[in-house]
């Protein structure tokens, strides 16, 4: 099998073997360069068991995608890799959620290592989602922010997100309407309104991103929210509220009485 994760896997089978431990009494007649193989098992085998015992919180973010690294370097040390993924972009969150070819610009990262890291961000999606979609919206907030910035929060561009509700404010649809620039995304209230009557929406949150992190919303935000509003009144459908995420937390127009 070919791999394309930044390294050429010249490793002989009897290099591969280093990598199991041996007994004690066979350290004089271990082959050279097994001491830093057992190290580096043993070095796994102790997150491993960090991990286990104290969950995610005993352990800090470079550790924890060097856990993550470990099925797409099976014999390669992840931790440096790790770290210069930490390096680049800041947390854990950051580095889930950066593009793959951003990825790709830290050494050592390639496609198997690309994979690992969307398959944790499509997972933890996947459950939050799961999570605001058996309740309604209104009563399970926080869920819903934390959902909101976690698939929007770290865009790089900007991204115009609507959550349709029925009356009992469930979560009928979560649609990207529009994606745009790294500060602006084109809004159509029409086609929004029309979207809600054919998904026979009661009530409708608003959702972008701002790439740079700071969530304030602009004077164009706030215009295009009352529009949106104004039209979607006479047809029954409610706007709850208008979020603006990024990678400094979010902004509610409702909260700031913005709306």
Same mark, same amino acid.
């Given at each position: 099998m070919s791999r394309s994760d930044g390294f050429r896997d010249k490793t002989s089978a009897a290099e591969q073997s280093t990598f199991f431990s041996v007994a004690p009494e066979a350290e004089a007649k271990?082959?050279?360069?097994?001491?830093?193989?057992?190290?580096?098992?043993?070095?796994?085998?102790?997150? /491993? =068991?960090? @991990?286990?015992?104290?969950?995610? $919180?005993a352990i800090p973010d470079y550790e924890l995608l060097e856990m993550i690294l470990f099925r797409a370097f099976p014999r390669i040390?992840?931790?440096?890799?790790?770290?210069?993924?930490?390096?680049?972009?800041?947390s854990f969150a950051d580095v889930v959620s950066a593009p793959a070819n951003r990825l790709k610009e830290v050494e050592?990262?390639?496609?198997?290592?690309?994979?690992?890291?969307?398959?944790?961000k499509a997972a933890a999606e996947r459950m939050t989602r799961g999570q605001i979609a058996t309740r309604p919206a209104l009563s399970s907030?926080?869920?819903?922010?934390?959902?909101?910035?976690?698939?929007?929060?770290?865009?790089? /561009? =900007?991204? @115009?997100?609507?959550?349709?509700? $029925?009356?009992?404010?469930?979560?009928?649809?979560?649609?990207?309407?529009?994606?745009g620039t790294v500060d602006h995304t084109p809004v159509y209230v029409r086609e929004v309104v029309k979207r809600a009557l054919e998904l026979s929406a009661s009530a409708i949150i608003l959702v972008h991103n701002h790439p740079s992190g700071d969530p304030t919303p602009s004077r164009a935000d706030i215009d295009m929210t009352?529009?949106?509003?104004?039209?979607?009144?006479?047809?029954?459908?409610?706007v709850h509220d208008h979020i603006i995420v990024g990678r400094n937390g979010h902004a509610s127009l409702k909260a700031l009485r913005l709306i």
């Open positions: 271990r082959p050279p360069g097994q001491k830093v193989a057992d190290d580096k098992v043993g070095h796994r085998r102790r997150l /491993r =068991e960090r @991990f286990e015992n104290g969950g995610a $919180d040390d992840t931790k440096p890799i790790a770290k210069r993924l930490i390096a680049k972009f800041g050592g990262v390639g496609d198997r290592a690309v994979e690992e890291l969307k398959l944790i907030w926080d869920g819903v922010l934390d959902y909101l910035r976690l698939v929007q929060g770290f865009e790089t /561009r =900007e991204q @115009f997100r609507i959550l349709f509700l $029925d009356k009992k404010n469930q979560l009928i649809a979560d649609e990207v309407q529009g994606h009352k529009q949106i509003i104004d039209a979607s009144r006479p047809l029954g459908v409610a």
